[in-house]
């Protein structure tokens, strides 16, 4: 058991009560519920003996750890991989079609690794292994440690998919009509893949018709572009998805009707002398939207984070000039700051965050925070910032999601080194609002 209290506990990060984690895994949605199973070690906080944990959420940002799903057996961990509704039976595991079966596609860490599936017919509680978990994809013999399958239902071909990695710079493609018999589609090639692929279509925002597909690795390089049921074909990229020091293995739900929902581990953290390690990122939506510069992923908290909204300290337009801090008195370990403000006669700005610095310099768009650093443009010295700040991570979202940056951090112990100021010069303060984000653990 966890009060949830302890010193570096996230407040509205999901963690594991005790024990460490890594990548989400089985993201889905079923009947009001977002699942959220996640690599695990139930004995300890390294890595090691790989189970599928479990948690559960009704808003996605408030969760409830349920026992572990999936364990090890056969002498293999159950490594990455992801879950979806199969709403035809086209498996045939729901006996009825009253409830459907959620089925898990994992890889089995046994080498030569192969890919296999569970499935479970009381809304995720319980899961069973298909065929005792033997493999429905064989090792390939491409590389022994082929892995991360990742599932999903492509409607205009009637087929299930399967994205898998199966070497470094190759990820496959499968299809199926029952999710047991995979047959080879293709494979997409390219020098920077490594590990935990994900792929979605996305409307391109405000031009109807227009979508494309987002295909990207562990580290969230992603390339946009087509994918007709066979083949994927890039037209852009690979691009930067997150520019901060621990945003990796990311995944989006599967069967969510209106939004794209992604999280990811924030890897590296470092929490000491806690029962649990390691942290997931913050869940947020995301969208495509053409630029100058053309199609570009945006990242943005979901709107749920509205339900952790405490008291709100809000500054009216104002100008910013040396020797002002706004920020004095802040002791909050959690909270999301809104920031609006016109730079064009201003130096660089910054914010100092448990005495960590975000600094952004409007000459040369770059932003830098926690050893980071990316390119952020303002247009005319106008720029727009969001950072979320928990006790152990800070997540910068730039101009509406253009840029976000994931980083964790460990506080110094009773740090109340807050402050925002230029470096020189006045900056004219359209929007700084700070809402205290009240724990998620309830
Ligand atoms: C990525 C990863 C996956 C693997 C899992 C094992 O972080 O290495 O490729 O399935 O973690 O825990």
């Known amino acids: 058991m966890t009060?949830?209290?302890e010193p570096y506990r996230p407040r509205?990060?999901?963690t594991s009560v005790t024990g460490w984690l890594n990548d989400p895994n089985?993201?889905?949605?079923?009947k009001g519920e977002y699942h959220l199973f996640f690599q695990h070690n139930p004995k300890g906080t390294e890595w090691g003996n790989m189970t599928w944990g479990h948690a559960l959420s009704a808003d996605l940002v408030q969760w409830h750890q349920l026992p572990d799903a999936i364990e090890p057996y056969g002498g293999g961990m159950i490594y990455s991989g992801s879950a979806a509704v199969d709403h035809n039976n086209s498996a045939g595991f729901a006996p009825d079609r009253g409830e459907h079966a959620l089925v898990a596609c994992f890889t089995h860490a046994h080498k030569p690794y192969g890919q296999a599936l569970a499935f479970s017919l009381d809304r995720g509680r319980t899961w069973i292994l298909h065929d005792h978990g033997r493999h429905?994809?064989?090792?390939q013999g491409l590389d022994e440690c082929e892995r991360d399958p990742k599932i999903f239902w492509h409607e205009p071909s009637r087929?299930?998919?399967?994205?898998?990695?199966v070497k470094k710079g190759t990820v496959r493609f499968f299809k199926s009509n029952d999710l047991k018999a995979w047959q080879y589609a293709s494979d997409f090639l390219t020098e920077y893949f490594y590990e935990c692929p994900d792929i979605f279509e996305l409307p391109i925002a405000a031009e109807t018709p227009g979508s494309r597909w987002i295909l990207h690795d562990a580290a969230f390089n992603y390339w946009i572009g087509f994918f007709d049921g066979n083949a994927f074909r890039a037209e852009t990229g690979p691009l930067r998805g997150d520019f901060g020091a621990n945003f990796y293995a990311a995944q989006t739900w599967n069967n969510m009707a209106d939004r794209r929902v992604q999280i990811a581990w924030m890897r590296n953290g470092k929490y000491p002398?806690?029962?649990?390690?390691?942290q997931m990122s913050f869940p947020c939506a995301l969208t495509l939207l053409r630029s100058a510069a053309g199609l570009r992923l945006h990242r943005q908290p979901v709107e749920e984070i509205k339900l952790l909204y405490d008291t709100l300290s809000y500054h009216d337009s104002f100008t910013l000039k040396p020797g002002m801090n706004p920020l004095a008195g802040i002791e909050e370990s959690a909270f999301d700051l809104h920031f609006e403000a016109d730079l064009s006669s201003a130096g660089a700005i910054v914010f100092r965050i448990y005495g960590r610095e975000i600094r952004y310099a409007p000459g040369q768009h770059v932003i830098s925070a926690l050893g980071q650093a990316a390119r952020l443009t303002s247009d005319n010295g106008l720029i727009k910032l969001r950072i979320i700040v928990d006790r152990t991570s800070i997540e910068i979202f730039g101009n509406e999601g253009a840029v976000s940056m994931s980083s964790c951090f460990i506080p110094d112990s009773g740090s109340t080194d807050f402050k925002l100021y230029t470096e020189s010069g006045n900056a004219v303060i359209k929007d700084l609002s700070i809402h205290r984000l009240n724990s998620i653990w309830q």
């Open 3 to 5: 009060s949830y209290k």
């Open 159 to 165: 087929k299930w998919i399967m994205v898998l990695w």
């Open 26 to 30: 089985g993201l889905v949605f079923y």
């Open 12 to 14: 509205c990060h999901f």
């Open 273 to 278: 002398g806690m029962p649990f390690s390691q």
């Open 136 to 139: 429905v994809v064989p090792n």
